[in-house]
C-alpha cells in the first residue's frame, strides 16, 4: 500500500523550532520531487517548500525563506522540515506530497500524486 506518513507536529511557542518528518511506504521516494503544503483554517493549501528528485535542489516560498530548511534522506525514505523561529501565523495543518512538478511549478498542489494525511502545528504562548 502506497502512502506518505507526516510526524513531527505539535505545540510551540512563538520563536520556537519542530522538525516534521515525511516517510514514504510502498515505494521509494528518491524518485520523486516533495513538497510541504499547509493550510490555516480558513484559509487555501499553500505551498511552503520542496526538494527535487535530481540534485536536491531546494526551494521556499517567501514566508519560509530563512526560517525552514528541507532535506531528504533516502536511505531511511524520509524528508525533514526544519522549522525554526515559528511565529503564529505559520499555525496550519502541514502536509507532505510527493510528484514531479517541473520548472517553477513546485507550489502548485495539482503537480503532486501522493499526499499524506497532515499533521497539526500551532505556534502559540
Known amino acids: 500500500q502506497l502512502r506518505i506518513v507526516e510526524s513531527g507536529g505539535g505545540l510551540v511557542q512563538p520563536g520556537g523550532s519542530l522538525r516534521l518528518s515525511c516517510a514514504a511506504f510502498?515505494?521509494?521516494?528518491?524518485?520523486?520531487?516533495v513538497g510541504w503544503f499547509r493550510q490555516a483554517p480558513g484559509k487555501e493549501r499553500e505551498g511552503v517548500s520542496c526538494?527535487?528528485?535530481?540534485?536536491?535542489?531546494?526551494y521556499f516560498a517567501d514566508s519560509a525563506k530563512g526560517r525552514f530548511t528541507i532535506s531528504r534522506d533516502d536511505a531511511k525514505n524520509t524528508v525533514f522540515l526544519q522549522m525554526s523561529s515559528l511565529k503564529p501565523e505559520d499555525t496550519a495543518v502541514y502536509y507532505c506530497?510527493?510528484?514531479?512538478?517541473?520548472?517553477?511549478?513546485?507550489?502548485?498542489?495539482?503537480?503532486?500524486?501522493?499526499w499524506g494525511q497532515g499533521t497539526q502545528v500551532t505556534v502559540s504562548s
Open positions: 506530497a510527493a510528484g514531479n512538478p517541473y520548472g517553477n511549478s513546485w507550489y502548485m498542489s495539482k503537480r503532486y500524486d501522493f
Open positions: 526538494i527535487s528528485s535530481s540534485d536536491s535542489s531546494t
Open positions: 510502498g515505494f521509494t521516494l528518491d524518485y520523486y520531487a
